[in-house]
Every structure is written in C-alpha cells, then in structure tokens.
C-alpha cells in the first residue's frame, strides 16, 4: 500500500524547496553580484508560485502547496515579516536626521515626491484598463498605494547592499541611511492613511491614543533593563503592537512599524542587531519570499503585467535619480553624487513588497498589480550593485563626505 504523506510531511518538502532552490541556483549561477540571495530567493517565490510551478506541474503543486501547508507557513512568514519590519522601525536613527535635518529634508522629500508623483501617473494609466483595481480599492487609494510603491526605499535590503559594498559605516553610508529613514517614515505615514477606515475611525484614534502611552511606558520600562532582557520584552512589544494596530483595522505591520521606531537603537548593541537582523533574513524570511510568490497572478495576461512591472519600473528610477539629482544641484553636490546616492535610494525588495502585501491583503490592489509591483522590486534591487560599484570606484573620493 503506498504511502501517503501528512501534512507534517509535505510542510517539511514544502521547507526543503524554500530553502534549497535559491540557494543552489544563487551559488550555481554565482549571481551575488547583481542578485544577492534574498533578491534571488524573492525570485524563487515567484517561480514557485501557481503563475509558473502551479501552471507547469498543477497537481505536484496542489499537493504539497495545500491550504494546510499554506496555512502553516503563513504563520511563519507574518511573525518573519513582523520581526523584520520592527528592526528596520528600531534602525531609524533620527538624532542624526535632526542635527542635519536641512539638508536631510531636502534630499528626502524631493527623493520620495519625484517617484511619488511619476509612480501615480503610471497608476492613473493602469487604471485605464481593468484588473488592476481590488474590490475594496477607491481611485485615490490606488494610484497613491501604486505611487508611494514607486518611491519605497527598502532600508533593510539597503543596509544590507551597503554592507556587502563595504560603505555602511563610511560617512557617505550614514548620510544615506539618514535620507532613507525619513523616507521610511512617510512611507508608513502614507500606508495608514490609505487603510484609514472611517467604520473604525474610533478604534484608530484609540489604538493611537493607546499606543503613545504604552510607547512612553515602555521606553521608560527598557532603560531600567538589562539588554539582555530589552531583547525579549521588545518581542511582547511587537507582538501587542502588531495585534493592536490589526484591531484598530490598520494593519499588523503599522504596529509592527510603530513599535521598533519608538524606542531607541542604542538601547541595543549595533554588532547583536545586525547579526539578529542577518538570521532572521537567514532562517525564517525565505518563508516570507515563498509565501509572497503564491500570491502571484497573471490573469490580466503575462504580457501586461510584464509591461506594467516594466513602466512602473522606469517611474521608480527615473523619479528616484531626478529627484535626488534635483536635491545636489540645490546643494551643490560634487558631480557623480547625486548618481550614487540615487541609485542605492531606489533600492526597492523587501519593504517595498510588504507594503504591497498589505495593499493587497486589504483588496485595494489585485494578485495582478501586486505580481507587477514585485517584479518591479526585483528589477530594481538587482539593477543596485552593477550601477553603483563602478561609479564608487571611480568616486572614492566621496566615500568620506558626511554631507
């Protein structure tokens, strides 16, 4: 009599491929240089997805991608994904941002409104055809969810570029760091005014009202710890901000969010929060990349979202480099600057697809619209490294200035 397997089992082959498949393509390829592992693992997802694997081999896939199986990992990629959205709240660093805030505001705003303003333009021509629009989604929401998807810097895939390219704690690192960060902020900001609900307008303001005492409790609570412990009560932190801000009908990310950009980053040790962001990328977010990649759809036909995910494309990179370039002519940036610092700005990948999740888990977006903003953020986290190496190479003369 055959074996058949339980869900236990098909879970575990389900965490076999999540694992294996980008890894062995990632070392087999050597891609690093153009396509780290998780840029490599996001593309995984996809091609895991019912649009390619489902399509190809649909009863292997409705086997071991069950609604069980999907059940099951989906629990892990949304405390993944909280966990990963709470580092990159924690990373902001707005003491430095306030003591350059002139220049910091400038290069910032103009970075996020140029791609802003291009990325709803493109939203506004999709939206002239159908297939695009969620059920939930009015107008407004989607083409400024579309537009703020344009203008996304994704921080933590930033910090991570940054790293590999040896600039990170370099002054010209942290002045980028900086304008991210602020760009990070709006991008929430944004994100909970598309989800306000005015039949939960009350839960909001209560859960806003809520959360600014428990965010005063609690960092009155974390300086009287020892780190060691702040690790841990920062866990039940995340975990009651990311129940209340879903409650409130905002979403558990925004609570997610809001909990790490409260408390202080030097609460913490800079070395253990970059070695506990590097293995949640390593152990548990390869889930998360699955889990995104069997949401992808391409019922409007393969040949439109591919043309949508490559004119919203050219609006993110375009309105990324013209903006950031318009900051250094009013600032007077050396030649070459404003290229660099464009480049690594329009990084897009992680956070640029959880927001992307949530427009999608709101109905605001189709699985249509959200497969196009995620090819998108592929194309351009892997255009990052290939750009910005040689152009730092040829201007190492930057990698000194703090702005």
Not at 165 to 170: G, K, N, T, Y
Request: positive net charge; hydrophobic residues 60%; charged residues 15%.
């Amino acid at each position: 009599m055959p074996h058949v397997m339980n869900t236990t089992e098909l879970y575990l082959i389900a965490m076999l491929i999540i694992f294996s498949a980008p890894y062995l393509i990632w070392r087999g390829l050597k891609t690093d240089h153009y396509a780290p592992l998780v840029v490599v693992q996001i593309i995984a997802g996809i091609l895991l997805g019912p649009g390619v694997l489902g399509a190809a081999f649909p009863a292997y896939y409705a086997t071991v991608f069950n609604p069980q199986v999907i059940t099951a990992l989906n629990g892990v990629a949304w405390w993944a994904v909280m966990i990963f959205v709470f580092i990159a709240g924690l990373e902001l660093d707005l003491h430095q941002a306030w003591e350059k805030r002139g220049e910091t505001a400038v290069t910032s705003g103009l970075a996020l409104i140029a791609p802003l303003a291009l990325g709803s333009l493109a939203a506004l021509g999709m939206l002239q055809f159908p297939g695009w629009s969620g059920p939930k989604g009015q107008t407004w929401q989607v083409v400024l969810g579309i537009g703020m998807a344009c203008a996304v810097t994704a921080l933590p895939i930033l910090i991570l570029l940054m790293e590999k390219m040896e600039i990170l704690r370099q002054p010209i690192g942290q002045r980028i760091l900086r304008y991210a960060s602020l760009d990070d902020i709006a991008i929430w900001g944004v994100l909970a005014l598309i989800l306000l609900d005015w039949e939960r307008v009350g839960r909001q303001a209560g859960f806003l009202v809520g959360f600014a005492v428990a965010a005063w409790a609690v960092r009155w609570l974390m300086k009287r710890l020892p780190e060691s412990d702040r690790w841990y009560v920062a866990l039940i932190w995340l975990a009651a901000c990311g129940f209340a801000g879903d409650w409130s009908g905002l979403h558990f990310m925004v609570g997610a969010f809001l909990a790490g950009a409260v408390l202080d980053h030097r609460w913490f040790d800079q070395a253990k929060m970059d070695l506990f962001r590097n293995h949640i990328l390593l152990a548990v977010m390869p889930v998360f990349f699955l889990s995104t990649g069997l949401r992808t759809q391409w019922d409007v036909g393969g040949v439109a979202v591919f043309a949508a995910a490559g004119v919203l494309l050219v609006a993110s990179v375009a309105g990324k480099l013209a903006g950031v370039h318009l900051a250094g002519r009013i600032l007077k940036w050396e030649k070459g600057e404003a290229s660099v610092i464009g480049w690594l700005l329009q990084t897009k990948a992680l956070i640029m697809i959880i927001f992307a999740n949530i427009l999608l888990d709101k109905q605001i977006i189709t699985n249509e619209a959200f497969t196009a903003l995620l090819l998108m953020a592929v194309g351009s986290t892997m255009l990052t490294t290939p750009i910005v190496k040689p152009q730092l190479a040829r201007l190492g003369r930057l990698l000194g200035k703090s702005g």
